[in-house]
């Protein structure tokens, strides 16, 4: 009876790593990258308001099914936006997909960041963007993903 028991524990706990493509040894993380950041206009109250919009790539040949992202955004190494999106699409086994994310600013590392900008007279700023990425299909309750680049400035104009 004993060896029931293990044999049955043995086939499910098989049965959940095989099912869970975040925790199978070739699964990649996916890779973000943040295609433009737009002031978005103003509303009642003083909020700034910005969309962000991301690139997903899955890199894994099973689908990745998001339950969530959290993301800090800074820019010239000011934290200027923190937010989180419940509502994002599963993106295909080696697929791409664009996500818009709408963000409310801090206002104190919007401050200093536009200090910055406008005493170097850039024309781009870099920015890093921390995300955690929730995932709903597996046993791995999230990733986390860091990035930075250089956004230009030019395309507002």
Not at 61 to 87: C, D, F, I, P
Not at 91 to 100: L, S
Request: net charge neutral; glycine share 6%; hydrophobic share 45%.
């Amino acid at each position: 009876m004993a060896k029931y028991y293990r044999l049955t524990l043995l086939i499910l706990i098989t049965a959940l790593f095989t099912g869970c493509a975040a925790l199978s040894p070739n699964f990649q993380k996916p890779e973000v990258e943040v295609i433009a950041v737009e002031p978005l206009p103003a509303r009642t109250g003083n909020n700034l308001k910005f969309r962000i919009h991301l690139r997903v790539f899955n890199p894994n040949n099973s689908e990745l099914a998001l339950s969530g992202l959290y993301y800090t955004l800074r820019l010239g190494g000011h934290k200027v936006l923190t937010g989180t999106s419940n509502n994002l699409m599963p993106i295909a086994p080696y697929g791409q997909d664009d996500i818009a994310v709408d963000a409310t600013a801090s206002l104190v590392g919007s401050i200093f960041a536009a200090v910055d900008l406008i005493n170097q007279n850039q024309d781009s700023i870099p920015y890093e963007l921390e995300a955690k990425i929730g995932l709903s299909k597996s046993l791995l309750p999230s990733i986390r993903v860091n990035i930075s680049g250089v956004i230009s400035l030019n395309q507002y104009q």
